[in-house]
């Protein structure tokens, strides 16, 4: 698509067309206006099939205020609506809609509480929660969802791969497989949740990061195809960037040729005073020729050379990779935790796509409506009872136990004082026999999650940088139960409601079930 | 991000790092402005796990073209990549080479050649092939790959939904659960592969599409939260769509209360001369409920209204529950061919991120490489011989036999003429003794896939819309045997060399082992 086109189709108009009859519809109602709220929250955890989260890592806020910035109806976002037409060939959307859409529509009515990014957030908690006019709360819905449904998969799931690398480098290349341009965003999630820079030009350059790449195979064939050797390639990389060399060596053979001739290059670029950066491997049994391309590299003096890998990495194959190491290494004379701390790990397709579970199931949905000054809960009931939303206007605590660590998300209404509650009874969602009693000297802190984000219009809270959102998401890591971090079969972290909230939606089910 | 970042980063810096550094190598070996020829095919085609795509359907092209008549190097690009640094704290990339970026570079210096959008492809078989200077041939692979990959991926994905539901109309509405604005591009796929509309206003905009889409469970919440009941949301939004009706019946319980309600609406609507749509499910057991809701809306005198089924559908779901209906419904007094005559499919997720397998392994290889007047092959080899390069300059032939049906796909050296050769021998790309010979009277057609789309800077082909697309689509799958259509265990379509392609090959593999 040209860069206009793409313009217009990721502004106001990035939502769907129900939106837009049931803005209408309200419009024409009277109830356009009318003050209501939604949240957002997702239903489970990926689920990669053989493997799944235990927690996600939240992103995409600073995408979403941009996104509502930019969003507006224009004369050409009219003229579209303007054209289209019903089935009896009368215009769909009538004149005084498109004109209040015009004059009076504006993302700045909604006041948006949120958890930051970096966060570790659970399922069924709002992490999104939009308040206003409920045309213009209906018409956003889907942006927001766009926005930060796929931010927040890939952040939890660059996370887990960097968990699985033991912390070691992530670097993130997959803008080639990802879904068009949803990889800028997606790169911009990776570097929130686990990467630490990707080979994206574009997106390293607008999120103000370096982006890392040095070659590719075709440029060892280039040489090769006009009658010389991967040497001499390996020797013009060398020449041209002396302190950034780090070579490709698996375009022929990795230890026939190429890590042999990458020490060649690297014991000339040391007697010159430069030092090598490493070696990339990229294919093959990844963990045994890691440990002989170290061996390799420590015997003639390289024992410092980082060593990348690449090749459909995930966190399962980071993990075995990592084990293998620490089981074969010392019987070739490596030393398995100084090569475990030399690694790099090169993710593309797993990561951009989160292969496995490509989408989080995030949905966005009324929770209340003002009727005079008054706020009335709704409630969507469903077949299935876990659908059932947590009705009205709420708020989310983080309850951190004795030992500090986070115990539970508490939903709450949102004028009730869980401080005073002792003991604090935590309610599971939908089973009415299982609760726990925390006493007070079992709580250490009562942490509020959601925080001002936009109010009268204007954006109210900091905006924190990728590395201040780092920051966040470690310590609200380390504060998990390892049992919750846990790669595979993770505990269920509790995310319970309070009694009141609790009593309000048998109430509400109660109601609408008669 | 901010339109204006997110046009930066999706223009030319759309690339991966590693193409930057090693145009500036080649720039300074003097080798940027050698003509090189790259090769964009796909390895494998789709596997979602338990069922498996037989071919996929093109597209991509279209955006592909937009994009490269996009991408420049301006000041903002030169200035980023002018900031960066290499280790030693020295501009990572040289004056020199930047003004050849920004004088000299040009994506205009590619000649390319592709297969039209919406024709069936098969693996390794090239689909688009550039040829022009290495350095534009390198810096512009990430984005063709970002573009192209995904869009034949979905494309794929919305074929197999299509035939799934034996051609009834198929709506796209993933925008929410798409990767970001990737999602846009998503929707243009669907389109081409097997949809018929989409809910993605800003893309059906764009496209010159009508969106589509009614009205969500929200709109049902408003009018209980307020008071009222279904019956009054649904009556509410007959008077304003009355010749658009489609109520969606599953907010409160379906067949006792949405069903009924809404042809209470449907009565009324007749009764003033409104033809109504239709209605949606979107929960519970869809292939059951529609039998129901059929029985209901035809004893009640709407046999010709619609009944759009929703809800995490994919081909094998659509599948099973053509397959239950055919089993069940006469049980209740319905024809289950009439009803099968009736739906529409409604799909998100699965369509918009390729569920179960969200990427399509494209690749881009150099294979050929330009020494004075004379094309040199390139080869890449590789430990698994199924990656080996299919080397030089190529053409590409569909070879369709007696009954008029495609047989293969055939691969020869770009200066051969495939139509003196009698037999015609198909060679196994990879191993020795797997052979055919097809006789001149059994080959009624051989077919050049490849045209040319880019020539000395001009768009030399023409620019089908998306309708013509989809008349190349049908073609090309009824060309298929049935065999190679199947969802689940289709026959491998063959994917041949031409003799002297394979002679070529061997040639090339063995002086490069030795």
Redesign the interface.
């Known amino acids: 698509?040209?860069?206009k086109?793409?313009?217009?189709?990721?502004?106001i108009?990035?939502?769907?067309?129900?939106?837009?009859?049931?803005a209408?519809?309200?419009f024409?109602?009277g109830?356009h206006e009318k003050n209501?709220q939604?949240d957002h929250f997702y239903r489970s955890n990926p689920d990669y099939g053989i493997h799944k989260a235990g927690f996600c890592v939240n992103a995409g806020l600073g995408?979403l205020l941009?996104w509502l910035?930019?969003a507006v109806f224009g004369e050409e976002e009219l003229q579209?609506l303007r054209s289209?037409?019903?089935?009896?060939g009368?215009p769909?959307f009538a004149e005084d809609f498109l004109n209040w859409l015009k004059n009076d529509f504006s993302t700045k009515a909604i006041n948006l509480y949120a958890m930051p990014e970096g966060r570790v957030v659970h399922p069924n908690v709002p992490i999104h929660v939009v308040e206003g006019p409920?045309a213009v709360g209906?018409i956003v819905?889907?942006g927001l969802?766009?926005?930060v449904?796929?931010?927040t998969l890939i952040a939890t799931k660059a996370s887990r791969m960097k968990q699985a690398g033991r912390g070691q480098p992530l670097l993130e290349?997959g803008?080639?497989?990802?879904?068009?341009?949803?990889?800028?965003?997606?790169t911009?999630a990776a570097l929130i949740g686990g990467a630490d820079s990707s080979?994206?030009?574009?997106?390293?350059?607008?999120l103000g990061f370096?982006?890392?790449?040095?070659?590719?195979?075709?440029?060892v064939?280039?040489f090769?195809?006009?009658g010389e050797g991967e040497l001499a390639a390996f020797q013009?990389?060398a020449d041209?960037?002396?302190?950034?060399c780090l070579l490709l060596v698996d375009?022929?053979d990795t230890l026939e040729s190429g890590v042999p001739n990458a020490i060649k290059v690297f014991e000339k670029l040391k007697r010159k005073g430069h030092?090598p950066?490493g070696i990339r491997l990229d294919?093959?049994d990844l963990a045994h020729l890691s440990i002989l391309a170290a061996k390799m590299l420590n015997d003639a003096g390289f024992p410092e050379v980082s060593i990348v890998l690449s090749n459909n990495l995930d966190e399962l194959v980071i993990w075995q990779i990592v084990t293998q190491i620490q089981e074969e290494a010392e019987r070739y004379g490596v030393d398995p935790n100084s090569l475990i701390k030399r690694l790099v790990y090169g993710v593309g397709?797993s990561l951009?796509?989160?292969?496995g579970d490509?989408?989080?199931?995030?949905v966005y949905?009324?929770v209340?409506?003002q009727?005079k000054a008054e706020w009335?809960?709704?409630?969507?009931?469903?077949?299935?009872i876990d659908k059932v939303l947590n009705p009205g206007n709420k708020r989310v605590w983080r309850v951190y136990d004795d030992r500090g660590k986070a115990t539970a998300d508490l939903v709450s209404l949102f004028d009730e004082d869980v401080h005073t509650q002792d003991p604090l009874i935590l309610r599971h969602p939908t089973m009415e026999r299982k609760q726990r009693a925390l006493q007070a000297s079992q709580v250490s802190r009562l942490e509020k999650l959601l925080i001002p984000v936009i109010r009268d219009g204007e954006v109210v809270c900091e905006k924190p940088s990728i590395e201040e959102m780092r920051v966040k998401r470690d310590q609200d890591i380390d504060a998990l139960d390892p049992g919750v971090r846990r790669l595979m079969n993770p505990h269920i972290y509790h995310v319970s409601l309070s009694q009141n909230l609790w009593d309000l939606k048998q109430l509400l089910i109660k109601k609408?079930r008669s």
């Open positions: 698509m040209k860069q086109a793409l313009q217009t189709a990721s502004g108009l990035l939502t769907d067309q129900y939106q837009l009859t049931m209408q519809l309200y024409r109602m109830l209501a939604f995408s941009d910035d930019d579209f289209q037409k019903s089935s009896n009368d769909l409920l209906q819905e889907t969802l766009n926005t449904n796929y931010q290349f803008l080639r497989r990802g879904q068009g341009l949803g990889a800028i965003q997606g911009r080979s994206n030009v574009g997106a390293s350059h607008i370096t982006p890392k790449g040095t070659h590719a195979h075709s440029m064939q280039v090769m195809g006009l013009a990389y041209i960037y002396p302190d950034d375009t022929i030092q950066i294919s093959g397709t951009i796509t989160s292969q490509p989408a989080l199931d995030g949905k009324l209340a409506i009727e009335i809960p709704t409630l969507k009931i469903s077949e299935n609408a």
